[in-house]
């Protein structure tokens, strides 16, 4: 690998510098509007001011959901303001910007490719997917720095590597999921096959489609601490230097601030979404009547910005109109460790002796060749010989190269992980599905989950409950939760009315109706998120490396640390494999459960 890469180094330097000069130029156009000032044929032109840039998210917020969405357009971006936070903001959304309809037009088009050629999906789209989403982040910085340089160009990369396989997913499950007829009606209807995808079947795939929109924007901001690493500035930066000096405070904050940027594009893309799903029609009105909140956001840009060179407080937010909570983070987890330790230690222990030492000894105690020999088994009896193969040879990699001990401990720590988050998590997702009132306060906490970056979820949980694999299972459940209660919902709401009524006709029971017919029909979508939870496990474990747990992390980490290319792919790849067995694994078991009940 090492020397793969010192060639790719020496011999296509001039395409990776020429793919990064190309994506470079829409990025410094964003960094220019958003952060830091833009010359144009020599001019200076002036940064987007923050007024104006608040106005304008109201307005967008407006035009798509009404007021109530217009004001939680107003609170998110005010309380990046309010906090300090404007400047890594502005720098981390004109990068998000850029890379998130990059993710998402490509996602959607390999899961339209996919979805129309199985061969395709089974032989080349699955396998990459499994490898861009389970090696871990860390393990590619070192050959995107070879190959792009220590630029923002480089943390894009790395950030759609990262982002763009969940819509992949979505997209070949949601197109899969069309019932038949929709399609024929289309054919019936003479639409050609270009009209029937982009006219008839997407549109009829968009509540799907939006899940996967949803996890591209997470994932993409959770990755933007990582990516700072590499050049990329912003909110990510600032979280890691906090992070660094151990100032929970001013971590917690520019986390957070990750948080609400996070909401607030989540809720406008989805607002557009559904309203762009409506036609809406303007018959006699013209240009200005059609586009009003377009112009006016215009206008306001355009005059705060230039408003901004008189008045200095509009081009940068004084620092005394600002706030902070950073003693009152430092305080809370100072009164919580004092008053709490009892508590704290009896929990850590019970769970190092009676779960997480017991585990694993078990796991490190199983020799390479009966391991190798029950997977095969267990694969060649859920999906034939061609799963057997494929995990075999997998399986044998992490064996024969050495790192097969650090691997068991890898699967420990994230198996555990994975089944309490599954265990927490899809109860709660059955129950959201259930009520609208609890969704709308469970949905709050999910996304502030998911987008609180992975660095904020440890330094908490270090302070409370020191080193170790306790806090790096508390951190991991805490981060993986989040698909298992998200995909569990979606799935069952997507169960169609006319199919629980006509079991509830034909005399079921409630349990009845949820165990044979809706927990089948939301299978696919169950199963997608027991795959992220499984996968979102093992990305937290490597990063959990930096708190003391002795796995694949961990070499991954001395990897990083030597600039050792090949050292960091191998134990990725060893990752990668562990999560790619896990996940055919659980795809044949699940298939085989949908042909019992038929």
């Given at each position: 690998m090492s020397a793969l890469m010192a060639w790719m180094k020496g011999n296509l330097s001039w395409l990776t510098r020429a793919i990064a000069s190309i994506l470079d130029l829409p990025l410094q156009i964003a960094f220019g509007l958003l952060a830091k000032p833009l010359k144009l044929w020599g001019i200076p032109l002036p940064t987007l001011s923050w007024l104006g840039v608040i106005s304008a998210a109201i307005l967008a917020g407006h035009a798509a959901g009404g007021f109530r969405l217009a004001a939680l357009m107003a609170a998110c971006f005010g309380y990046i303001a309010l906090f300090g936070q404007w400047q890594g903001a502005m720098l981390t959304l004109a990068l998000i910007l850029i890379s998130v309809p990059l993710c998402v037009l490509t996602g959607l088009l390999l899961g339209i490719a996919a979805w129309r050629f199985p061969k395709l999906e089974k032989l080349a789209v699955t396998p990459a997917l499994d490898l861009m989403q389970t090696i871990p982040t860390f393990a590619y910085l070192i050959p995107m720095l070879i190959l792009f340089g220590?630029?923002?160009?480089?943390?894009?990369?790395?950030?759609?590597?990262?982002?763009?396989?969940?819509?992949?997913?979505?997209?070949?499950?949601?197109?899969?999921?069309?019932?038949p007829e929709?399609?024929?009606?289309?054919?019936?209807?003479g639409c050609t096959p270009r009209q029937k995808l982009w006219r008839v079947l997407i549109p009829t795939a968009r509540p799907l489609l939006m899940v996967g929109v949803n996890q591209v924007i997470m994932l993409a901001l959770n990755m933007v601490i990582i990516s700072s690493m590499i050049g990329a500035g912003g909110l990510g930066y600032d979280v890691l230097l906090a992070l660094r000096a151990l100032k929970i405070g001013q971590g917690m904050e520019a986390g957070f601030a990750i948080v609400v940027l996070a909401i607030a594009l989540d809720r406008l893309s989805q607002a557009f979404a559904h309203r762009g799903g409506r036609p809406v029609h303007h018959e006699g009105s013209g240009f200005v009547a059609r586009h009003s909140h377009l112009i006016l956001a215009l206008a306001l840009l355009a005059a705060t910005t230039?408003?901004?060179l008189v008045l200095p407080a509009l081009a940068k937010i004084p620092a005394s109109w600002t706030l902070s909570t950073a003693p009152w983070w430092k305080a809370g987890v100072d009164w919580i460790t004092v008053?709490?330790?009892d508590v704290i230690e009896t929990l850590r222990v019970g769970l190092l002796v009676y779960v997480l030492n017991p585990v694993r000894a078990f796991c490190e105690a199983i020799p390479w060749?009966?391991?190798?020999?029950?997977?095969?088994?267990?694969?060649?009896?859920l999906a034939g010989w061609r799963l057997a193969l494929l995990i075999g040879v997998l399986i044998l990699f992490c064996a024969s190269s050495g790192l097969w001990q650090k691997t068991m401990s890898t699967v420990y720590l994230c198996g555990v992980s994975?089944?309490?988050?599954?265990?927490?998590?899809m109860p709660i997702g059955v129950w959201a599905s259930r009520s609208d009132r609890v969704y709308r306060i469970i949905e709050p906490v999910v996304d502030t989950l998911q987008t609180l970056p992975s660095f904020c979820f440890i330094i908490p949980i270090v302070m409370l409950f020191r080193v170790g694999d306790v806090t790096a299972l508390i951190a991991t459940v805490s981060f993986a939760i989040v698909p298992a209660i998200r995909y569990t919902n979606h799935g069952l709401r997507q169960v169609p009315p006319t199919l629980i009524e006509a079991a509830k006709t034909a005399g079921c029971t409630r349990w009845q109706t949820f165990r044979l017919v809706q927990l089948p029909m939301a299978l696919p979508e169950i199963m997608l998120g027991i795959n992220q939870t499984i996968l979102l496990s093992l990305s937290m474990i490597i990063i959990c490396a930096m708190i003391g747990t002795r796995d694949l992390g961990q070499e991954v980490f001395i990897a990083l640390a030597k600039a050792d290319a090949g050292r960091g792919i191998v134990a990725g790849l060893a990752i990668a494999f562990i999560g790619i067995v896990a996940d055919r694994l659980i795809g044949g078991a699940s298939a085989k459960a949908r042909q019992?009940?038929?």
């Open positions: 220590n630029s923002p160009v480089s943390a894009m990369i790395a950030t759609s590597i990262f982002a763009t396989p969940p819509m992949v997913r979505a997209t070949m499950v949601a197109l899969s999921r069309i019932p929709i399609a024929d009606f289309a054919v019936m209807a230039l408003a901004s008053h709490f330790f060749l009966a391991a190798l020999v029950l997977l095969v088994l267990g694969g060649y009896r994975a089944i309490l988050a599954m265990l927490i998590g019992r009940l038929g």
